[in-house]
């Protein structure tokens, strides 16, 4: 019964349950903060997209697919005739200008026992649910430049720029795609801002923040005066006590003295 709820929870979470068109979405703000990024976009897994496609006793792969915005509708497939998943790479893709690459594989995500969102707010497991649930596009800033990285290569996306992903499902024994996804929404990355632009000032305060903080700097001031103030009126006043205190013990000694000096 509480996996039932968790796998309804994670669906709804993500957007992605049965009623709704069948394409990757990018992932809630409360798993991924500052999403996209300037070079990334951290989009949900496919969990439970494709039950009605799986087979016992078959193995299965998911691929994920990115292309930019501005490539053509006819270089958005993704398989050959044979049902093949194609092979494009991003450096034979100009970075998915002339058509989609392939960015990534994994395994099909378990839609039966899915991360536990009750382990999110655990700081030791966080790290590990969102690596089970969310896929980061353009995370790998060193494969391409690596001659012996031989895996599936997510360069850095370009920023200021917009990319459509699809998630395909393919028999890995047979290598042919049994299902697959719509084209996800078009998503654009952060647009890098120009040096002038950039707001170096550490405090960033509003006009009615720049208001109360002026009110409060003339009372603190004030009330420092008030302050110094009492420590001056006392001090004086402890001077002032101080110095009559003298005068008078002189004056008692010489009342002292002068009947002495008439006796002798």
Partial sequence: ???HWVVLAFCCLGQLCADQSLKPQTAAPQLATNN?????????KPFCMFDSSLRPNKSYIIYLYAMKESA???????????????NSTFQQT?????????AASFNVPNCASPPKLADVGDVNKVSGVLKQYLFRVGDDATCLYDPNFLAVC????????TYRFKYLLVDS???IMRDQTLWSDPIKTRRVKLPLKIDTWPGRRSGNMIVITSILSVLMFLLLAGLLAS????????????GETRVMSQSIQQSELRPQLSSE
């Fill in 1 to 3: 019964m509480y996996s």
């Fill in 36 to 44: 996209p990024t300037l070079t990334t976009v951290a989009i949900e």
């Fill in 72 to 86: 053509s509708v006819i270089s958005s497939l993704v398989t050959d005739n044979n049902s093949k998943p194609l």
């Fill in 94 to 102: 100009s970075g998915g200008q002339l058509g989609p690459y392939k």
């Fill in 154 to 161: 997510n360069p850095p996306l370009a920023p200021d720029t």
């Fill in 173 to 175: 024994t047979e290598g």
């Fill in 231 to 242: 420590v001056s009126s006392v001090v004086t006043g402890s001077e002032d006590s101080s």
